[in-house]
């Protein structure tokens, strides 16, 4: 397994700044996936984030509100860029290892913008 | 990705079996099916995965049925710490790059 933390736990920020999020896993990991989850919600993939590339983006989000880098191996960043109350959120991160079907969460950042 | 159907929420007491049933109608020949649980203020983790039949582990067991349509996460004897969302995802995890498309869970609550 592999063990993931994420800083800050949380922050509140005021609208049109930018907060950006860090994903240290304690081994090597090929690929790391970052989420969104709202209150109450369930959880919505922002994007995938391969190291030495750049990074792959669902619908609905795009790298300028969301600029991800991957430096090396066991760490990623997310930004969330110029920001709005409706980015108010429960931001994680996850990686997975080849060749199983686990992946491992982290405990999340939650971002009040107010 | 196939799109999967829960029930919203279910309720039960300690010491009883939970079945929680998912749809996945859709599913493709190569397609495995995942079971995550998320506590609250934590990250989701994963339970169980199977592809056809009967996988059981310490924690669960996951039903398929032949046609794969819809599959069964049974947890034995719930306790109170077994409170927590139960997420059913079905995707191609072939390679182990999976990208998980979570749909909206189901909300278990265990009641003394």
């Known amino acids: 397994s592999a063990v993931i933390s994420q800083k800050p736990s949380r922050d509140i920020c005021q609208r049109g700044t930018s907060l950006t999020i860090q994903c240290q896993v304690d081994s090597q990991v090929t690929m790391m996936f970052w989420y969104r989850q709202q209150p109450g919600q369930s959880l919505t993939l922002i994007a995938t984030a391969n190291q030495g590339s750049e990074a792959t983006y669902e619908s609905g989000f795009v790298i300028d509100k969301f600029p991800i880098s991957r430096p090396n191996l066991t760490f990623s960043t997310l930004t969330v860029s110029n920001m709005s109350p409706e980015d108010s959120s429960i931001y994680l991160c996850?990686?997975?290892?080849?060749?199983?079907?686990?992946?491992?969460f982290g405990p999340g950042t939650r971002l009040t913008v107010t | 990705l196939a799109k999967t159907t829960q029930p919203i929420s279910m309720d039960s007491y300690e010491g009883q079996e939970v079945n929680i049933t998912c749809s996945h109608n859709n599913i493709a020949t190569n397609d495995y099916i995942t079971w995550y649980q998320q506590f609250p203020s934590q990250g989701p983790r994963f339970i169980i995965q199977g592809y056809k039949t009967k996988v059981t582990n310490e924690v669960a067991s996951l039903f398929i049925p032949a046609d794969r349509k819809s599959s069964t996460l049974s947890l034995p004897r719930v306790s109170l710490s077994d409170t927590a969302v139960y997420y059913c995802?079905?995707?191609?995890?072939?390679?182990?790059?999976?990208?998980?498309?979570f749909g909206a869970g189901t909300r278990l609550a265990v009641h003394p």
């Open positions: 996850s990686v997975g290892a080849s060749g199983t079907y686990e992946q491992y």
């Open positions: 995802l079905v995707g191609l995890f072939s390679g182990g790059y999976n990208k998980l498309i």
